[in-house]
């Protein structure tokens, strides 16, 4: 049993070093490739050069000031600043005296997605290329930029909004990667002149992605595949300060609603005056419905607005009916003959919907 044992121990050591030296060779493998000159990124190093693939880049971001926020357009404007850090220089001067240019920006490593471009969009407010103490390379640039931005109004008027500033690669992440800076913490100003009324800022995080591209590369004699780029955005949360927009878009609404609430207090034989204002109550909804399409852009989606207009026109209906059933032989219901209690009902439900809504 003790030799068996051994010999058990003794053929998972050998298998484990002779699988551990095959991966250490395959690594060496491929980093002999891509420094080859060959085969992808095609920049040949020789082993004095202390280059390694792949290159990464830290990025700290600050958002001075935002304008424009408004739903009828597909960007925004931004004041910002950003910094992107290295370990090498802008240029990396190999053995052979050749260069490889290393700036992020101005060599094309990294772009901003999203940015609004012709005519004068974007205004370069300052370049710095220096070194700072621990003799890290540092990219600085201050835009004024318009970045597009795509609207999510499904919550509106109780909507928050996303807005994305992205940096992307423009090589393989075997050459390239990227990450939030650990060192300078991203940051925002919260008093913002121009910051539309209405709009706060609630948080700022970055998120991190894969992008796959259509464009193949060989990296090895046996490894021919798609570039990965990656990408890292900032996102920063606008919540909108809907109570007042809310009351403000549907107040025609409710005011058609309580016409509708005080046919209840009408004595049944005034059938002609329960019926105007009925009318009158269906109307108003609709009318209101229609102001609140007018003031939002063309919008292929249900939006908690669309709900709350339809509920308004549901309930005004609902009185309606239990108007109908109180002087209609044909229509059974006992329990909302009294006025007094279609009141009750009637304002019940329509507090319990509007709750839910909100909550919702």
Do not use: C
Not at 61 to 88: H, M
Not at 207 to 232: D, G, H, Y
Not at 297 to 324: E, H, R, S, T
């Amino acid at each position: 049993m003790f030799l068996r044992n051994l010999f058990f121990l003794a053929t998972f050591l050998i298998y484990g070093v002779s699988n551990e030296n095959n991966i250490m060779a395959q690594t060496q493998e491929a980093i002999d490739y891509q420094r080859g000159g060959v085969y992808y990124p095609e920049e040949k190093l020789s082993n004095k050069d202390t280059l390694t693939w792949p290159i990464k880049y830290d990025i700290s971001l600050k958002i001075e000031g935002l304008r424009n926020i408004n739903i009828d357009n597909p960007y925004f404007d931004a004041d910002f600043y950003y910094e992107i850090t290295s370990k090498y220089d802008s240029v990396f001067i190999k053995n052979d005296k050749n260069t490889i240019g290393l700036n992020p920006i101005s060599d094309d490593w990294v772009t901003i997605n999203g940015i609004v471009r012709g005519g004068d969009n974007i205004t370069k407010q300052d370049i710095q290329l220096n070194k700072e103490n621990e003799g890290l390379f540092v990219f600085s640039r201050g835009i004024d930029a318009k970045i597009n931005h795509k609207w999510d109004l499904k919550t509106f008027p109780f909507d928050k909004q996303k807005l994305k500033f992205s940096f992307i690669t423009q090589a393989d992440t075997s050459v390239v990667r990227l990450s939030n800076s650990l060192t300078k913490t991203m940051n925002f100003k919260k008093d913002n002149e121009f910051l539309s009324d209405g709009y706060s800022i609630d948080t700022m995080y970055s998120e991190s992605a894969f992008i796959k591209s259509t464009q193949i590369e060989e990296f090895s004699p046996l490894n021919k595949r798609n570039l990965v780029f990656e990408k890292v955005t900032y996102v920063l949360e606008l919540s909108r300060g809907g109570s007042w927009l809310y009351v403000k878009l549907f107040f025609g609404g409710f005011l058609s609603f309580l016409i509708s609430w005080i046919i209840f207090l009408i004595p049944k034989k005034l059938i002609d005056a329960r019926t105007n204002l009925a009318a009158a109550s269906i109307f108003g909804a609709l009318g209101n419905k229609y102001f609140v399409e007018e003031s939002l852009p063309n919008v292929q989606i249900l939006m908690k607005a669309d709900i709350i207009n339809n509920v308004i026109i549901l309930l005004i209906i609902f009185n309606i009916l239990m108007m109908v059933s109180q002087t209609s032989k044909k229509m059974k219901w006992p329990k909302v003959k009294s006025s007094k209690h279609a009141l009750i009902r009637s304002g019940v439900v329509f507090i319990l919907v509007n709750l839910i809504i909100l909550w919702w």
